[in-house]
């Protein structure tokens, strides 16, 4: 079955700390991965993509890893900042089949001053 | 460019209406994917549309509906409204049939009394 598992489900830090995301899938076939961060009562914006051969790939303070041979990814975020308050969604794109992107449910970040 | 665009932003109707959203995707993308996203289940895919053709449908009773006009602009119905109808819906827009890099607009917040 294809599952993408995120944790945790929910997140609180502090204003400057740094913290990471989980991501777990069993998708197949794989095509790529993306996070992505949607604020509050808004769309999904892309953070990352990750293909199958790469391992790390930077966006300003966001850091997103891969390892396919363990189907885990991460999104690391560092000095965190009030903005970063939102939901990170973790999305596995399949190469084929009927239901091409699998959702993840998200972890919710707080950051409190 | 302007972005993806959705229509209502919130509505708010009671249990047996039925209800219209509009999505209007980025100029010269010609692929639409609707979502569902509610707290417990989060993103759940709806339908796919690709020149004015329905391509995939997901597991949703016959009372969720779409369409996609000649202008790639796309509307979703939801008839004989229930409670657990009640989330945020999102449309994607993407240039291709197989195009991965997914646009998504703002969201119609559906609140069903």
């Known amino acids: 079955k294809n599952q993408v598992e995120q944790s945790p489900q929910s997140l609180i830090i502090l204003e400057g700390k740094n913290c990471t995301l989980q991501c777990n899938y069993t998708v197949s076939p794989f095509s790529n991965l993306r996070w992505y961060k949607q604020d509050t009562g808004r769309g999904p914006v892309s953070l990352t993509i990750?293909?199958?051969?790469?391992n790390t790939k930077s966006n300003g303070r966001y850091t997103a890893t891969l390892d396919a041979d363990t189907k885990q990814s991460s999104l690391h975020i560092t000095a965190s900042q009030l903005s970063d308050s939102a939901s990170y969604i973790c999305?596995?794109?399949?190469?084929?089949?009927?239901?091409?992107?699998?959702f993840g449910t998200g972890t919710r970040l707080l950051v409190s001053p | 460019k302007a972005g993806v665009t959705q229509t209502p932003r919130y509505l708010i109707k009671t249990r047996g209406q039925q209800v219209t959203l509009s999505c209007s995707p980025i100029s010269g993308h010609r692929s639409v994917s609707w979502y569902q996203q509610t707290p417990g289940q989060g993103l759940q895919f709806l339908f796919e549309?690709?020149?004015?053709?329905?391509?995939n449908k997901g597991n949703f009773p016959g009372r969720f509906s779409g369409r996609q006009f000649s202008n790639s602009r796309s509307e979703m119905n939801v008839s004989t409204l229930e409670l657990g109808d009640s989330a945020l819906y999102l449309c994607?827009?993407?240039?291709?049939?197989?195009?991965?890099?997914?646009?998504f607009g703002p969201g119609t917040r559906l609140t069903v009394t």
């Open positions: 990750m293909t199958f051969s790469e």
């Open positions: 999305v596995v794109f399949r190469n084929t089949g009927f239901q091409k992107l699998v």
């Open positions: 549309y690709f020149s004015e053709t329905q391509r």
């Open positions: 994607a827009s993407y240039q291709g049939q197989n195009s991965y890099e997914q646009y």
